[in-house]
């Protein structure tokens, strides 16, 4: 390996840290507080985004699903061929979108609007279409990606992952989730073995 290919690597890592301990500085709690009390009551949660901001939807979704709460991740190209069938009033829709005008989500805010969907938009432009239409706007704040061209999504996608897992927590607690919850749905694996022990 090239010294400079460790060095850039070994850049990556603090800049990811850097993007998550930043969290904790531009959290607002107020919105945070408000995401999380629909997640804890609503019933179902939809999380729906686009390439790597999707597929960290999707790990929040089945971590929903891992503490009993009805979640599911619906492709924004399923949801413009009839997926959004499955969003009903009262339903909280997750959307993830740095730009906030990700054009495949745009259709998706209005139905949900329409379906008088709760909307919780995780986001870096407050001025976008999302977040004036989503009615809790949960901030994100990159200051760079960890790639030496700044496109790849590195430090956005840790970032996000991370806000989500603070989310989880939190409704844990607001729901009370107990551990044997989780070792009666979880038999498979080392966790499974472990947790079901006789």
């Known amino acids: 390996m090239k010294e400079k290919s460790l060095t850039l690597a070994r850049e990556s890592l603090k800049t990811e ?7 904790e500085d531009y959290l607002d709690e ?9 997640l804890s009551t609503c019933a179902k949660t939809i999380t729906c985004a686009s390439g790597s901001s999707g597929i960290a939807a999707k790990k929040f979704a089945h971590s929903l699903c891992c503490i009993e709460r009805n979640a599911q991740f619906l492709s924004p190209a399923e949801a413009l061929h009839g997926g959004m069938g499955c969003i009903k009033k009262g339903d909280a829709v997750v959307m993830v979108s740095r730009g906030g005008k990700t054009a495949e989500l745009l259709p998706i805010v209005d139905v949900c609007n329409k379906k008088e969907a709760i909307l919780i938009a995780v986001t870096e432009n407050l001025n976008s279409p999302l977040a004036e239409k989503a009615q809790v706007v949960v901030p994100l704040k990159i200051e760079k990606e960890s790639d030496k061209y700044n496109v790849m999504a590195t430090a956005s996608f840790i970032a996000t992952v991370a806000v989500f897992d603070a989310m989880l927590v939190a409704i844990m607690e607001e729901t009370g989730y107990q551990l044997e919850q989780f070792s009666l749905i979880h038999p498979g694996g080392a966790v499974g073995n472990r947790l079901n022990q006789p």
């Open 17 to 23: 840290a850097r993007a998550i301990s930043d969290i």
């Open 30 to 38: 107020k919105s945070f507080e408000k995401a999380v009390d629909v």
